[in-house]
C-alpha cells in the first residue's frame, strides 16, 4: 500500500475518532472523500489524422485487389 493511502486512512481514522458519541450520522467516512484526485495529462492525435488511416489502409487493400484480378486475367 502506497504511503499517501496509508496517510489518508490515517487521517480518516483520526476524523472518526473525533466523532461524537451518536456515532457517524451525517458524516462521511469513505475514503473517496479524502483522497486527492490526480488526472495525467492525456495527448490525443488530431482527428483528422486519426481518420486518415482508414483510407491509407483501404487504398493498400484497393491496390491488392487490383494485382490478384490482374494475376487472373
Known amino acids: 500500500m ?6 489518508l486512512i ?7 475518532g473525533s466523532l461524537p458519541a451518536g456515532g457517524t450520522q451525517g458524516y462521511d467516512l469513505s475514503l473517496n472523500r479524502y483522497k486527492e484526485l490526480v488526472h495525467d495529462e492525456v ?14 489502409i483501404e ?3 484497393l491496390q491488392g485487389i487490383e494485382k490478384l484480378e490482374g494475376m487472373l486475367r
Open 59 to 61: 487504398q493498400e487493400i
Open 43 to 56: 495527448e490525443h492525435r488530431p482527428p483528422l489524422e486519426i481518420l486518415a488511416e482508414p483510407r491509407v
Open 10 to 16: 490515517q487521517q480518516v481514522q483520526e476524523r472518526a
Open 2 to 7: 502506497s504511503h499517501a493511502v496509508m496517510a
